[in-house]
């Protein structure tokens, strides 16, 4: 098991296009999350799938990001017509933990380093 | 008042010396505590879980205060590695956008 995986590193995009981003889980981890972290800021909680129904999704997300997880392993992020408060690094997560919420241990991938010019 | 508050630094201390940072939340009802860690340009990694009782691992020693609403972390001995970011998490138990994530502390070990 290589841990959680995203692609792409890095991407550049001018503002107005459509990004995706994809995250590759540890196996068998049933819950995934998608974080946005910005220089200076701890992670930002985007949203989240059990399995690959997605349960939540946080209030300050808008209605141009949208996340997928249709066989309930890989993910999608993607994000239509960008801007360039998008830029930042979007950090996917896996975790085991099959009970309380409350115990949950996240481990991250390396991230996508979105640049919207 | 912001949800977790750390004190982001830089804190900068000479090898071997032994440093301490808290972090404060304001959310009474949090129920889980951890302490992440993360190097430059990588992704966070999970160091320790903090118990009410207070727990080590090696070098490191975490502790709650849920009467003063903080938690810390200690390293003893610091190693030139330990330099990085370490993000205080609390979970208020809220589902998952309850795990709230602090600014982080900056930490750097000069030899």
């Known amino acids: 098991d290589t841990g959680v995986s995203q692609d792409p590193r890095h991407k550049i995009t001018k503002r107005g296009q459509n990004v995706t981003f994809r995250c590759d889980p540890i196996s068998e981890h049933n819950r995934l999350y998608w974080y946005r972290q910005t220089l200076g800021q701890g992670p930002e909680f985007l949203t989240y799938f059990q399995n690959e129904a997605q349960l939540e999704k946080s209030r300050l997300l808008s209605d141009r990001f949208s996340a997928e997880r249709p066989k309930g392993s890989f993910s999608t992020l993607e994000i239509q017509r960008t801007e360039q408060g998008d830029s930042a690094m979007y950090l996917c997560?896996?975790?085991?933990?099959?009970?309380?919420?409350?115990?949950?241990?996240?481990?991250f991938g390396s991230g996508t380093q979105l640049s919207v010019l | 008042r912001k949800e977790v508050e750390q004190d982001p630094g830089p804190f900068n201390v000479p090898e071997g010396a032994t440093v301490a940072f808290n972090c404060t939340y304001s959310n009474s009802a949090s129920q889980s505590f951890f302490w992440y860690r993360q190097d430059c340009r990588k992704e966070p990694k999970l160091l320790m879980s903090?118990?009410?009782s207070g727990n080590e691992d090696g070098r490191f020693t975490a502790q709650l205060n849920r009467a003063s609403q903080y938690i810390s972390l200690l390293i003893r001995d610091s190693k030139l590695s330990d330099s990085a970011t370490y993000l205080c998490v609390v979970n208020t138990g809220g589902g998952a956008d309850g795990l709230t994530f602090g600014k982080g502390t900056h930490l750097i070990i000069q030899p």
């Open positions: 997560a896996s975790s085991p933990t099959r009970g309380l919420a409350t115990n949950e241990k996240l481990f």
């Open positions: 903090v118990y009410s």
